[in-house]
T-cell receptor, first 115, second 112 residues
Framework: DTGVSQNPRHKITKRGQNVTFRCDPI?????LYWYRQTLGQGPEFLTY????????KSRLLSDRFSAERPKGSFSTLEIQRTEQGDSAMYLC?????????????FGSGTQLSVL | QKEVEQDPGPLSVPEGAIVSLNCTYS??????FMWYRQYSRKGPELLMY????GNKEDGRFTAQVDKSSKYISLFIRDSQPSDSATYLC????????????FGKGTKLSVIP
């Protein structure tokens, strides 16, 4: 399977703890996106990378959130000092530029529950 | 007013029915339109992608875009129980990041 892979699938943590999620995009895709989805809502954009450069961040991405894509391949999303409001599905998507019709493919997400 | 409005449903139809799902949007910069299907506890799966006004067909699915009315639709013919899922419309201006703006999603149940 060469789709977008996310780990872990589920994470339960206590308020105040730090958590880190990993995303492995489709191998030839140079863009990688992070979205957050809460129950009953559509996904909301958080940030994106083109290769290793983080080019855009949403105002939803507070300073407790940090994302990296060190070698332009996999990416990590870290949330420090988690709050109950951080409970959501965190989705990663990847795409390839330069094709004229860029399509985003999503992983299965990491479901975060903050107790 | 949100940039993308989508009736969350739920929508329940008998097997074999034609399903119509709709979204309206307010941002005239949106040029690329997508429909994603999302099963429970899974990520969104791209179903349809279009960038011009008019219809695009793929099997039992037809995507329709009316840019003048800022209205998009997805039609599902001969609906099957396996079509039961949440359907999300998404759109982007295509400028720069291809950041997608999603609707809330419509939950569809197809009853055998």
């Amino acid at each position: 399977d060469t789709g977008v892979s996310q780990n872990p699938r589920h994470k339960i943590t206590k308020r105040g703890q730090n958590v880190t999620f990993r995303c492995d995009p489709i191998s030839e895709h140079n863009r990688l996106y992070w979205y957050r989805q809460t129950l009953g809502q559509g996904p909301e954009f958080l940030t994106y990378f083109q290769n290793e450069a983080q080019l855009e961040k949403s105002r939803l991405l507070s300073d407790r959130f940090s994302a990296e894509r060190p070698k332009g391949s996999f990416s990590t999303l870290e949330i420090q000092r988690t709050e109950q409001g951080d409970s959501a599905m965190y989705l990663c998507a990847s795409s390839r530029t330069g094709t004229g019709d860029e399509k985003l493919f999503f992983g299965s997400g990491t479901q975060l529950s903050v107790l | 007013q949100k940039e993308v409005e989508q009736d969350p449903g739920p929508l329940s139809v008998p097997e074999g029915a034609i399903v119509s799902l709709n979204c309206t949007y307010s941002n005239s910069a949106f040029q690329y339109f997508m429909w994603y299907r999302q099963y429970s506890r899974k990520g969104p799966e791209l179903l349809m992608y279009t960038y011009s006004s008019g219809n695009k067909e793929d099997g039992r699915f037809t995507a329709q875009v009316d840019k003048s009315s800022k209205y998009i639709s997805l039609f599902i013919r001969d609906s099957q129980p396996s079509d039961s899922a949440t359907y999300l419309c998404a759109m982007t201006s295509g400028a720069g990041s291809y950041q997608l703006t999603f609707g809330k999603g419509t939950k569809l149940s197809v009853i055998p």
